[in-house]
Nanobody, 126 residues
Framework: QLQLVESGGGLVQPGGSLRLSCVAS????????MGWFRQAPGKEREGVACITANGLITDYANSIWGRFTISRDNAKNTLYLDIKNLNTEDTAIYYCATDTGRTLTCNRNGDEYNHWGQGTQVTVSS
Protein backbone atom coordinates (compact mmCIF):
# COMPACT_ATOMS: atom_id res chain seq x y z
CA GLN A 1 0.00 0.00 0.00
CA LEU A 2 1.46 3.31 -1.11
CA GLN A 3 1.76 5.75 1.77
CA LEU A 4 3.33 9.16 2.42
CA VAL A 5 3.77 10.40 5.97
CA GLU A 6 4.87 13.95 6.75
CA SER A 7 6.47 15.08 10.00
CA GLY A 8 8.44 17.99 11.41
CA GLY A 9 5.74 20.61 11.69
CA GLY A 10 5.05 22.58 14.83
CA LEU A 11 4.87 26.00 16.42
CA VAL A 12 7.77 28.25 15.48
CA GLN A 13 8.57 31.87 16.19
CA PRO A 14 8.96 34.30 13.29
CA GLY A 15 12.47 34.10 11.91
CA GLY A 16 12.84 30.46 12.93
CA SER A 17 13.56 27.38 10.83
CA LEU A 18 12.06 23.95 10.30
CA ARG A 19 12.80 20.77 8.41
CA LEU A 20 9.79 18.87 7.17
CA SER A 21 10.17 15.21 6.22
CA CYS A 22 8.03 12.95 4.09
CA VAL A 23 8.67 9.23 4.34
CA ALA A 24 7.33 6.97 1.62
CA SER A 25 6.34 3.34 2.03
CA UNK A 26 4.92 0.80 -0.36
CA UNK A 27 6.77 2.20 -3.35
CA UNK A 28 10.18 3.43 -4.46
CA UNK A 29 10.09 7.19 -3.97
CA UNK A 30 13.17 7.51 -6.17
CA UNK A 31 11.19 6.66 -9.30
CA UNK A 32 9.04 9.78 -9.34
CA UNK A 33 8.92 13.53 -9.13
CA MET A 34 7.77 14.85 -5.78
CA GLY A 35 6.32 18.07 -4.50
CA TRP A 36 5.52 20.04 -1.38
CA PHE A 37 2.26 21.93 -1.13
CA ARG A 38 0.63 24.02 1.55
CA GLN A 39 -2.83 25.24 2.34
CA ALA A 40 -3.59 28.03 4.76
CA PRO A 41 -7.06 28.57 6.23
CA GLY A 42 -9.32 30.23 3.71
CA LYS A 43 -6.72 30.07 0.94
CA GLU A 44 -6.20 27.87 -2.06
CA ARG A 45 -3.59 25.15 -2.06
CA GLU A 46 -0.18 26.39 -3.16
CA GLY A 47 2.55 24.32 -4.75
CA VAL A 48 5.66 25.60 -3.02
CA ALA A 49 8.35 23.31 -4.43
CA CYS A 50 8.95 20.29 -6.60
CA ILE A 51 11.90 18.05 -7.41
CA THR A 52 12.63 15.53 -10.12
CA ALA A 53 13.18 11.85 -9.36
CA ASN A 54 16.97 12.18 -9.53
CA GLY A 55 16.96 15.40 -7.51
CA LEU A 56 18.78 17.39 -10.17
CA ILE A 57 15.97 19.80 -11.02
CA THR A 58 13.92 21.79 -8.56
CA ASP A 59 11.34 24.52 -8.88
CA TYR A 60 9.96 26.94 -6.32
CA ALA A 61 7.06 29.31 -5.95
CA ASN A 62 8.01 32.97 -6.12
CA SER A 63 6.38 33.55 -2.75
CA ILE A 64 8.98 31.44 -0.93
CA TRP A 65 12.02 31.83 -3.19
CA GLY A 66 15.28 31.73 -1.30
CA ARG A 67 13.78 30.55 1.97
CA PHE A 68 12.65 27.01 1.12
CA THR A 69 14.85 24.16 -0.06
CA ILE A 70 13.46 20.87 -1.32
CA SER A 71 15.68 17.81 -1.32
CA ARG A 72 15.41 14.06 -1.30
CA ASP A 73 17.30 11.03 -0.09
CA ASN A 74 16.14 8.22 -2.32
CA ALA A 75 18.12 5.68 -0.34
CA LYS A 76 16.01 6.57 2.69
CA ASN A 77 12.82 6.93 0.64
CA THR A 78 12.45 10.39 2.13
CA LEU A 79 11.65 13.86 0.85
CA TYR A 80 12.59 17.00 2.77
CA LEU A 81 11.63 20.66 2.88
CA ASP A 82 13.95 23.00 4.75
CA ILE A 83 12.36 26.30 5.63
CA LYS A 84 14.22 29.28 7.04
CA ASN A 85 13.26 32.77 8.10
CA LEU A 86 9.67 31.71 8.73
CA ASN A 87 6.97 34.36 8.85
CA THR A 88 3.32 34.32 9.78
CA GLU A 89 2.35 33.97 6.11
CA ASP A 90 3.94 30.51 6.16
CA THR A 91 1.35 29.20 8.62
CA ALA A 92 -0.41 26.34 6.84
CA ILE A 93 -0.77 22.60 6.58
CA TYR A 94 2.10 21.27 4.50
CA TYR A 95 1.62 18.23 2.29
CA CYS A 96 3.98 16.10 0.27
CA ALA A 97 2.82 14.37 -2.86
CA THR A 98 4.14 12.18 -5.63
CA ASP A 99 3.57 12.53 -9.34
CA THR A 100 3.88 9.03 -10.76
CA GLY A 101 3.60 10.45 -14.27
CA ARG A 102 6.89 12.34 -14.07
CA THR A 103 10.50 11.48 -13.47
CA LEU A 104 12.85 13.90 -15.27
CA THR A 105 10.62 16.97 -14.93
CA CYS A 106 8.43 18.36 -12.19
CA ASN A 107 5.78 20.98 -11.79
CA ARG A 108 3.90 22.55 -8.92
CA ASN A 109 0.39 21.92 -10.20
CA GLY A 110 -1.21 19.82 -7.52
CA ASP A 111 -3.81 18.47 -9.92
CA GLU A 112 -1.10 16.36 -11.54
CA TYR A 113 -0.10 14.65 -8.31
CA ASN A 114 -1.84 11.41 -7.53
CA HIS A 115 -0.70 10.37 -4.07
CA TRP A 116 -0.75 12.61 -1.02
CA GLY A 117 0.27 12.52 2.59
CA GLN A 118 -1.99 13.56 5.42
CA GLY A 119 -0.17 16.82 6.06
CA THR A 120 1.75 18.41 8.91
CA GLN A 121 0.75 21.69 10.55
CA VAL A 122 3.21 24.57 10.61
CA THR A 123 2.26 27.52 12.78
CA VAL A 124 4.39 30.65 12.90
CA SER A 125 3.59 32.85 15.84
CA SER A 126 5.31 34.84 18.55
Amino acid sequence: QLQLVESGGGLVQPGGSLRLSCVASGFDLGLYAMGWFRQAPGKEREGVACITANGLITDYANSIWGRFTISRDNAKNTLYLDIKNLNTEDTAIYYCATDTGRTLTCNRNGDEYNHWGQGTQVTVSS
